[in-house]
């Protein structure tokens, strides 16, 4: 992963770079409406991004605290709830999804979280697996893609 950065985001010119990943992977690639990609969680949450050092977006992703978190997790605000985890096509096999997440639990124990929920895409449960996510609850469909909860407590 040599000349990529993962950093919180720090402007807004950084947060829409976060989404013009989402945009490529969710709403482009895997056909995923608009409507439903952007929510009301974008404006609170903590965005993660990973920039190549000539400023071209490779991946992003977001973290949710408090209420919005407890609205994803069951009710729980002790936890945080990890999303919109996404890296663009030329970029995947290099580490930064590894990279970004654990950017992301970083996030989560800076702010006193116990733990990070998720639901993964089933196609990715290995990947969050090796990780040391485990998953929990049935499979849901979730903007017609299956989905499984997972969790990982932070240590």
Known sequence: MTGVTIRVAR????????????????????????????????????????????????????LLTGAAAAAKNGGDTGVGALGRLAVTAAARGLGIGAALVRAIEDAARARGLTAVDLHAQTHALGFYERLGYEAYGPEFPDAGIPHQAMRKALH
């Open 11 to 62: 402007d807004e010119d950084d947060r829409q770079a976060c989404f013009a990943v989402r945009k490529d992977v969710f709403v482009a690639e895997q056909q995923v409406p608009e409507e439903v990609e952007y929510d009301a969680y974008d404006s609170v949450a903590v965005h993660v991004l990973a920039v190549r050092e000539d400023g071209v977006p490779l991946g992003a992703g977001r």
